[in-house]
């Protein structure tokens, strides 16, 4: 039998999530101990944690490829979709956020960097660090049709164009506890602690 080196609980306490040392993530039912799921992850990587992402669908696997190159497996065993994230950063991912449509995530690190990946391709499409003046809050991010909402702790919003990756407005004096787009993309609401600020995605006007 393969060493257990990590063990979690789902969302509902209804399945037990375990990370063995060989690279195998098992899904069990917690009252009955039935063995649900079995993921073997590609040979040469060693598990750190697996975890139930917040929302109840993904299996967050933790690993490394030798002793620096940090991974991130993302697994639906609902599904069976799973895709490898080569992390940019050798600190373990602190939070993980699943955009809309669970295409992108939003990776924030201990040392306050937040990485925008594809899933399950991996693709690297933005990352933005503290040591560069962005501090974000992921939290109250969010993503619309071509725009990329991220406030951050220090009263600023950047607006990203999804395509150039690059800044498309930046919002002064805005504290954002939540934010979202409309269906349509052509406009974003942003929620602070004590007013509602609707947007034309186009500009800054409110």
């Not at 699943?98 to 925008?116: I, K, M, N, Q």
């Not at 954002?176 to 409309?182: D, E, P």
Request: charged share 20%.
């Amino acid at each position: 039998t393969d060493q257990i080196n990590s063990i979690n609980f789902s969302p509902d306490e209804k399945r037990v999530v375990s990370g063995g040392r060989g690279g195998d993530v098992r899904i069990w039912e917690t009252y009955s101990g039935r063995l649900m799921h079995t993921l073997e992850l590609p040979q040469g990587l060693m598990i750190n944690e697996a975890r139930y992402h917040a929302n109840g669908k993904y299996i967050l696997v933790k690993c490394f490829k030798g002793y620096s190159d940090a991974h991130l497996y993302i697994w639906n065993p609902e599904t069976g979709n799973k895709g490898l994230l080569s992390l940019s950063s050798t600190e373990m991912a602190r939070d993980i956020r699943f955009c809309p449509g669970d295409s992108t995530v939003l990776v924030r690190y201990p040392d306050g960097a937040v990485e925008w990946v594809g899933v399950p391709n991996g693709e690297k499409l933005l990352y933005l660090s503290p040591k560069n003046g962005y501090q974000i809050n992921i939290d109250a991010a969010a993503i619309g049709k071509q725009l990329l909402f991220l406030p951050t702790y220090n009263d600023t919003a950047y607006l990203f164009d999804i395509k150039t990756k690059k800044p498309a407005t930046i919002l002064k004096g805005i504290k954002a506890v939540k934010a979202y787009f409309s269906s349509d993309g052509k406009s974003y609401t942003v929620i602070t602690p004590t007013e509602v600020r609707k947007y034309d995605a186009q500009s800054t006007a409110p």
